[in-house]
T-cell receptor
Framework: DGGITQSPKYLFRKEGQNVTLSCEQN?????MYWYRQDPGQGLRLIYY???????QKGDIAEGYSVSREKKESFPLTVTSAQKNPTAFYLC?????????????FGEGSWLTVV | EDQVTQSPEALRLQEGESSSLNCSYT??????LFWYRQDPGKGPEFLFT???AGEEKEKERLKATLTKKESFLHITAPKPEDSATYLC????????????FGSGTRLSIRP
């Protein structure tokens, strides 16, 4: 089945630790995104990528890093510099970025600081 | 400033009681408006994309409409399984790199 796979579903981070969230898509989409969702708030864009080996910061990129070495993969690293990382993280993809094409989402990953 | 406001924040309906959710937006130019359904602990599920004022789309008990300032998601004779959070998002021409999401409306349908 075509879709977007995020892993792990639940992740716990200790203080000072970096963690990486995986996102893989088999939809042959060019653009991929990472959003953060906090209770009662809209989705906020962390990073996006329109093409392999290129990515741009979104509204809340501080404390996060990404890579786009393959078209189907867009992992997100939450670094120790992110002071409030506990949230629900959503990976998404679309055919192209700038054409009003629909964004499709994965099932999300919960990150909790312990 | 581009922004999206959804109302109400929460809505409780009796099964079969029709209603509408509102999404008001302010953008310099609209490239597209999107509606999603989100169940607790899951990723948003795509429902509709609307591109121009006057456009309407339907899916089962849901119908989305669009004007130059707002969009409505009409729910006709809802069932308990329609309970979810409904998200609205817009993609403006002024900043094609952004898709702006509203905070959502939590819909609860009582049997």
């Amino acid at each position: 089945d075509g879709g977007i796979t995020q892993s792990p579903k639940y992740l716990f981070r200790k203080e000072g630790q970096n963690v990486t969230l995986s996102c893989e898509q088999n939809l042959n989409h060019d653009a991929m995104y990472w959003y953060r969702q906090d209770p009662g708030q809209g989705l906020r864009l962390i990073y996006y990528s329109q093409i392999v080996n290129d990515f741009q910061k979104g509204d809340i990129a501080e404390g996060y890093s990404v890579s786009r070495e393959k078209k189907e993969s867009f992992p997100l690293t939450v670094t120790s510099a992110q002071k409030n990382p506990t949230a629900f993280y959503l990976c998404a993809s679309s055919i192209k970025r700038d054409s009003g094409n629909t964004i499709y989402f994965g099932e999300g990953s919960w990150l909790t600081v312990v | 400033e581009d922004q999206v406001t959804q109302s109400p924040e929460a809505l409780r309906l009796q099964e079969g009681e029709s209603s509408s959710l509102n999404c008001s937006y302010t953008v310099s130019g609209l490239r597209g408006l999107f509606w999603y359904r989100q169940d607790p602990g899951k990723g948003p599920e795509f429902l509709f994309t609307l591109y121009s004022a006057g456009e309407e789309k339907e899916k089962e008990r849901l119908k989305a409409t669009l004007t130059k300032k707002e969009s409505f998601l009409h729910i006709t004779a809802p069932k308990p399984e329609d309970s979810a959070t409904y998200l609205c998002a817009v993609q403006p021409y002024s900043s094609a790199s952004k898709i702006i999401f509203g905070s959502g409306t939590r819909l609860s349908i009582r049997p």
